[in-house]
């Protein structure tokens, strides 16, 4: 077993540093030099030549396969970027509505091209009513998926979609694919989510949906839950992965008893649940180190986690070597691998420190209790020992709370899970049982959000990386956890000098972040938020932020608000939405339900009833947030800040009637004019006197229709920001460019810089 852990781990570790270190061309190159280090190896005695041979021959399969794999599949496919043409598909899985367009998984079936994985992309919403198994041909524009705005991306290669492609015609049914059965999963998963709403509530059927198929199409619709569960960390639940294969099985175990019938029963039930869940790297991770120790069982061989671990990673990447690249697969093994290697001991050292500091006894309720407590927190903690840096890197933030938040909820959820199914099994057979058991089981869902969004909601419940001084405090953890293990000394690990460390060091970031900020009259900063736009302007110990938008992939109320909540602000005095266009405020509903903000300025204009501006104001009534529409110009105070808001004038379009702001700030002056063209440029000259600035936020993320030449001659800006990110529309125009180069402004672009922030001193 041992030695299938050094191929397996050898090759898997090449296939990552193939996907993250070693470029195309190099890849071969680099095998062939370890397949001499290979031979070599046969110099050296005993074991270490049997594993320094498996190794390097191992590790060399996975750069030569990495690189066969992106010749064979991935490079064919890139050839037919932007190609139009009338195709032939197979559809793998049922449409998914997403609002705006309907998102079809499909595969390309074409004669003479290559038979790939496809998103295709419905914004006419005429593939709603297809199904896994239908064989349609349809118009479509095809694009590389490796790229988007001639930008390498990874995320769908790391699922194993080559291709996107939009549709530019409705599509028509060919036929039924011969081997249809097949997507009996597919079908049955369906049915599950049916059985779902009609048993459970509507109010927890979402979140039941997302538990037992790993669907969250409806739960991502709660925008409030969704954010109290990534701030208590408890989205793990909703990622089906090795929680639910464990809870699947010891279902069925309660079902058959232990032995061999029941192994015989849950591999293929394990099997049948991965393809109905999607088959995500984290449950085909569970499932299949399920599977060999149920092999392992029937067989009564000896069974070895690591040697499963590396066996299952390896089989992943032999399946798609991209994967390497799915943060989904990366927290799998990471968490489970950290599990492996520090919950036991963890659980140890809590139990034997807590056992001794309170004198109790092996036997007994209070060593059950312990055992109880000590292995859920130690579960977690082991789990977050190698993901939690992959958690900071991905999603800039960590959870503090979800050790308590897991070990209040996890029970309540299995029984939840387990329940789940006997009601859709049973309510298929009798509904009035289904209902009943629905109605019942909704008070456990009822029960675990009300701890996530009581926990989630804590102060310091998350905390962010984004500040430099929280990843700094990070990486000091784990110095200290090392150490303080390193020099335990004979008395064992004592858990209370690393936590009280890290708590200190942890108050410190906030101290040094607010004196740092505090010691500013003005911190303006313009987030990276892609093609969009999102403004922080902070003074003393409170903010106002500028428009809250951008593609949806970039998610700017998330990114607005890690932002403020890694500052460590208690709240924002308002939002001011120069006008309500996506790019501008589809971020806005998610900031108001993660921060505090005590009003919200929108224009006031009537002739808009945009569905995003209903998403924005109900959340804003539900958080309680003032809103008022600006009819006139005001004036708004903040800190040392001084806002002059300048009421929309009358235009045709939605950008010319949004709302412009110029702030002064001591000898610091600045204009923001949203998405305003040079007619309303020039209205706003002839409004009032604009003073000479500092700062323009230049217009329309620089487009040739913004920033005249009027404008830049009344402001004589010294500096000037563009928000923009990749796009199809050009921005920022070249003209523009030109027009600020030859008024001798000093540009900074978002795209280029991230996230810019200058400061004015005291």
């Known amino acids: 077993m041992r030695k299938l852990a050094w191929a397996a781990g050898s090759f898997s570790a090449a296939v990552f540093a193939a996907c993250y270190l070693i470029p195309g061309k190099w890849r071969l190159i680099a095998a062939g030099i370890l397949l001499l280090i290979g031979a070599t190896g046969f110099l050296l005695r005993g074991n270490m030549r049997r594993r320094v041979f498996l190794a390097a021959c191992f590790a060399a399969l996975g750069l030569s396969w990495t690189q066969a794999h992106h010749l064979v599949f991935i490079a064919p496919a890139q050839e037919l970027d932007g190609l139009d043409t009338v195709a032939a598909f197979r559809v793998t899985d049922y449409p998914q509505d997403c609002g705006n367009y309907t998102l079809v998984q499909a595969r390309l079936i074409e004669a003479g091209m290559p038979k790939a994985r496809v998103s295709l992309y419905d914004y006419s919403h005429t593939s709603d009513k297809l199904s896994p198994g239908d064989l349609i041909k349809a118009p479509v524009r095809l694009r590389s998926a490796t790229t988007r705005y001639d930008e390498e991306i990874w995320s769908y290669t790391s699922r194993g979609v080559f291709l996107t492609g939009t549709l530019l015609d409705a599509p028509e049914t060919a036929g039924q694919w011969n081997w249809q059965f097949l997507n009996f999963p597919k079908q049955l998963g369906k049915l599950l989510k049916e059985q779902v709403q009609r048993f459970f509530p509507e109010d927890v059927a979402p979140l039941m949906c997302a538990l037992l198929t790993g669907d969250k199409t409806a739960l991502y619709q709660d925008t409030r839950l969704c954010i109290s569960m990534q701030e208590a960390g408890l989205m793990h639940i909703v990622a089906v992965s090795g929680m639910h294969i464990a809870f699947l099985v010891s279902f069925i175990r309660l079902l058959t008893g232990n032995g061999k019938p029941a192994a015989m029963v849950c591999i293929p039930v394990i099997v049948l649940f991965i393809a109905m869940t999607g088959g995500s790297p984290s449950v085909v991770r569970a499932g299949f180190m399920q599977i060999f120790l149920l092999f392992s069982a029937i067989l009564r061989a000896e069974s070895d986690d690591a040697t499963s671990l590396c066996a299952v990673l390896a089989l992943l990447l032999l399946c798609n070597p991209q994967s390497a690249r799915s943060t989904s697969l990366q927290l799998s093994f990471a968490a489970i691998a950290g599990i492996m290697l520090f919950s036991g001991r963890i659980f140890q050292a809590l139990y034997d420190w807590a056992r001794k500091l309170f004198r109790i006894k092996r036997k007994g309720v209070l060593s059950l209790l312990l055992r109880f407590l000590f292995s859920s927190l130690s579960s977690t903690l082991g789990a977050l020992s190698i993901s939690a840096p992959i958690i900071a890197l991905t999603f800039e933030n960590i959870s503090l709370i979800s050790p308590l938040t897991n070990l ?8 939840c899970f387990s329940g789940g199914l006997i009601c859709c099994i049973i309510g298929a057979v009798f509904p009035f049982l289904g209902t009943a058991l629905g109605r019942l089981l909704a008070w456990g869902l009822r029960y675990v959000e009300f701890i996530v969004q009581g926990l989630g909601s804590a102060r310091f419940a998350c905390v962010y990386s984004v500040n430099p001084l929280v990843a700094v405090w990070l990486v000091l953890v784990y110095v200290i956890l090392a150490l303080c293990w390193v020099f335990r000394g004979k008395r064992g690990f004592r858990p209370t000098v690393p936590v009280c460390a890290s708590l200190c060091l942890l108050m410190a970031a906030v101290l040094f972040t607010r004196l740092a900020d505090n010691r500013d009259a003005l911190r303006f900063t313009a987030l990276d938020v892609g093609q969009g736009q999102s403004l922080v302007l902070q003074s003393s110990d409170d903010a106002v932020v500028i428009d809250c938008g951008g593609p949806e992939s970039e998610s700017a109320g998330e990114t607005a608000a890690n932002y403020l909540e890694s500052r460590f602000l208690r709240g924002v005095s308002a939002l001011i939405l120069t006008h309500v266009h996506a790019d501008h405020a589809n971020g806005a509903a998610e900031l108001l339900w993660r921060v505090p903000i005590g009003t919200l300025i929108l224009p006031a ?20 947030t003032e809103v008022i529409y600006l009819e006139q110009d005001s004036i708004l105070t903040v800190g040392d800040l001084e806002l002059t808001l300048f009421a929309p004038a009358a235009g045709d379009q939605t950008n010319e009637r949004g709302i412009a702001v110029l702030g002064k700030c001591k000898d610091f002056d600045f204009l923001i004019t949203g998405d305003m063209g040079t007619e309303g440029e020039l209205r706003l000259l002839s409004h009032t006197e604009l003073p000479q600035t500092e700062l323009l936020v230049v217009g329309h993320h620089g487009s040739r229709y913004s ?56």
Do not use: C
């Open 605 to 624: 204009d009537k002739q808009n009833d945009s569905a995003l501006l209903g998403e924005i104001l109900a959340a804003a009534n539900a958080r309680g």
């Open 408 to 415: 209040l909820t996890l029970s309540v959820i299995s029984v």
């Open 707 to 762: 920033t005249g030449d009027e404008l830049l001659q009344q402001l004589r800006p010294e500096t000037a920001i563009i928000s923009v990110g990749n796009n199809n529309s050009g921005h920022p125009h070249a003209e523009t460019l030109a027009r600020l180069s030859a008024n001798g402004v000093k540009l900074y672009r978002t795209d280029h810089s991230g996230n810019i922030t200058l400061r004015v001193s005291r």
